[in-house]
């Protein structure tokens, strides 16, 4: 029954005029977020923000970009559905399967990821991820933002929308890649320029690191069968979803 509730409000929800109101909120506060974490001063101790890719080094930027990138085509194409004939929505049809991509292999697996790692670390010990000093120029809503709000963006996402998801073998493999991307990413910083993105790093031996990579994989990819095994809970067959759409 809590089942058939979620999916019959779910579905009321996704009209298309209560959609596209709730996407475009959705993208402002999105597109807020990122602009306030552009716009961070750096502190004293983490001067290293403007060397070899300033904030691109931080997954928690890298997750808002992909989450405005996202609601950003989720409106594109709740405007496409609403103010264009059905002989000219192909372009919506090609954004679909972008769209369901982005969400199911990054998105919400690296959204979940950044939030459940931060506020685990934070509340072990805050200087492994989130040094004291860093409070000096961020204050706590915009630590929020960064950390916190992407968790209800993801999960509204995950109850407005049926995404269809790759098979499980491209799911891996586009999980695999993006996060090996961004650990090779980090090694590259640490070679060339010394600093070690988290400080989580820099208090562990070579062991340690090895065992984060590791456990840190395998988390995502967790995350990425729970968003689907969710999708599966939610919406059932997606692809009977997508023909209705």
Not at 63 to 83: A, H, K, S
Not at 160 to 185: M, T
Not at 202 to 231: C, H, N, P, Q, W
Not at 233 to 240: A, E, I, R, S
Request: hydrophobic share 50%; proline share 4%; glycine share 6%.
């Amino acid at each position: 029954m809590q089942r058939r509730g979620l999916r019959d409000g779910a579905e009321a929800l996704r009209s298309p005029r209560p959609l596209v109101v709730l996407h475009v909120c959705c993208f402002l506060w999105a597109l807020f977020s990122l602009c306030q974490n552009v716009g961070l001063p750096n502190s004293a101790r983490r001067d290293s923000d403007d060397t070899y890719g300033g904030r691109w080094k931080y997954l928690t930027f890298i997750n808002q970009i992909l989450q405005t990138l996202l609601f950003g085509i989720c409106v594109i194409i709740d405007f496409i559905l609403i103010f264009t004939t059905a002989r000219k929505r192909s372009v919506s049809s090609r954004l679909l399967p972008v769209k369901d991509f982005i969400f199911s292999v990054l998105v919400f697996p690296v959204g979940l990821f950044v939030a459940v790692m931060f506020w685990t670390l934070y509340a072990y010990n805050r200087e492994l991820i989130y040094p004291e000093e860093l409070d000096e120029v961020n204050s706590s809503w915009l630590n929020h933002t960064m950390h916190t709000t992407i968790l209800p963006l993801l999960f509204v996402e995950l109850i407005a929308c049926p995404h269809k998801y790759p098979g499980k073998l491209n799911g891996v493999i586009g999980v695999s890649i993006f996060g090996s991307s961004y650990l090779i990413w980090m090694l590259w910083v640490n070679y060339a320029s010394g600093i070690w993105v988290y400080p989580i790093l820099e208090a562990l031996d070579i062991a340690g690191r090895m065992l984060l990579f590791v456990t840190s994989y395998l988390e995502l990819l967790a995350f990425y069968f729970l968003g689907e095994k969710l999708t599966a809970l939610l919406w059932g067959d997606t692809q009977k979803h997508k023909k209705q759409a």
